[in-house]
């Protein structure tokens, strides 16, 4: 059992602490019925624009590193233990969606599922959100780039077999050793190269997402979650570093860390700073994946030369010619 553990809000005027031993946490699910929208529009500099759905918010999966956490206080949670139990489903998803693409269809050219939650959290076996909205874009005939940890996408492929689907799989350590101090409640990682193989095995685009790589870490296991993903069907790559922007994900991040692993934390939290220039946090958008060192170019050249050797394409998120076309719009969800 966990005690409830958040970072300070800040988007909260006053913090409260609890007096004493904090509660245990337990799963919540909430359930929202006023949605409007289901299609975020974003740009950013390193990203590009993007059109993006979410049928979920929160992420049990409680990977410690997860950006999205900070969306969690937008809503009045909070980022830690709130994020990984408490959960929105966005319950009338594939009809909003539906509804929403028959007045704008022209205008999206594909769209990507995950970024503010995992589309195949555990919930998603019986609410079946994602499903539905896939089944919305197979009717409209829309591109998809699914980003997923979890092996519950092979539920879908009957529907990403007929449409234009990329499945990404975030895969960013090789074992469950290095795994878990970082991922607690995701799937291992030899469940999601076994996914990837099933997925691949029914023609449909797979790509790896080795993301985050935490430097000083995980920058070790590259070339060998390359090679595995390559003989489970990825045909593409891409990779990020990691990062951080608010302070409160950056506290529960290091938190974490120093419970996790107490005697590599200082070292890793050390080459992070690096990285950044001093500070876990970005300073814009554009050094967000940027890393400042030799050995951030050391592991990029490392990823780029078994890219090549292993036959892999890279996996261009940003469309050639329309960077800059559409506003900022920072928020994911
Ligand atoms: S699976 Fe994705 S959305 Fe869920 S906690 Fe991990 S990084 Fe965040």
């Excluded at 003989?231 to 506290?251: P, Y």
Aim: proline fraction near 7%; hydrophobic fraction near 35%.
């Amino acid at each position: 059992m966990r005690h409830a553990e958040n970072p300070p809000n800040p988007y909260h005027k006053y913090t409260a602490e609890y007096v004493g031993e904090p509660p245990d946490t337990k799963l919540e699910i909430f359930e929202e019925t006023a949605t409007k929208s289901m299609i975020v529009k974003s740009w950013s500099p390193d990203l590009g624009r993007r059109f993006v759905v979410n049928c979920y918010r929160g992420c049990v999966h409680g990977c410690t590193y997860c950006f999205a956490r900070q969306y969690h206080e937008m809503i009045g949670f909070g980022a830690g233990t709130d994020f990984e139990t408490k959960l929105v489903a966005k319950v009338n998803a594939p009809e909003v969606l539906r509804n929403e693409l028959k007045r704008t269809r022209q205008k999206i050219p594909y769209l990507e599922f995950s970024f503010a939650s995992d589309p195949y959290v555990p919930i998603e076996a019986n609410y079946e959100l994602t499903r539905g909205c896939l089944e919305v874009c197979r009717e409209f005939r829309i591109p998809v780039f699914v980003l997923t940890k979890s092996p519950l996408v092979t539920r879908d492929l009957d529907i990403l077999k007929d449409l234009d689907a990329t499945v990404g799989f975030s895969i960013p350590f090789l074992s469950v050793k290095t795994s878990k101090p970082f991922e607690p409640y995701v799937p291992t990682p030899e469940a999601r190269f076994r996914a990837m193989e099933k997925v691949a095995a029914e023609g449909i685009t797979v790509a790896l997402a080795l993301a985050p790589v935490i430097p000083g870490y995980n920058d070790q296991e590259i070339p060998e979650i390359l090679k595995k993903a390559r003989e489970c069907g990825a045909s593409k790559a891409f990779m990020s570093l990691v990062h951080f922007a608010t302070e409160s994900v950056e506290e529960y991040f290091l938190k974490r860390l120093n419970e996790e692993l107490p005697t590599k934390a200082a070292k890793i939290e050390n080459r992070i700073k690096g990285e950044k220039g001093g500070s876990m946090i970005h300073r814009s958008m554009t050094e967000r994946n940027a890393g400042r060192t030799e050995s951030w170019k050391v592991i990029k050249d490392v990823f780029e030369l078994h890219m090549r050797k292993l036959g892999y394409e890279k996996y261009e998120r940003v469309e050639p010619g329309i960077r800059q076309s559409l506003p900022v719009q920072r928020s994911l969800f």
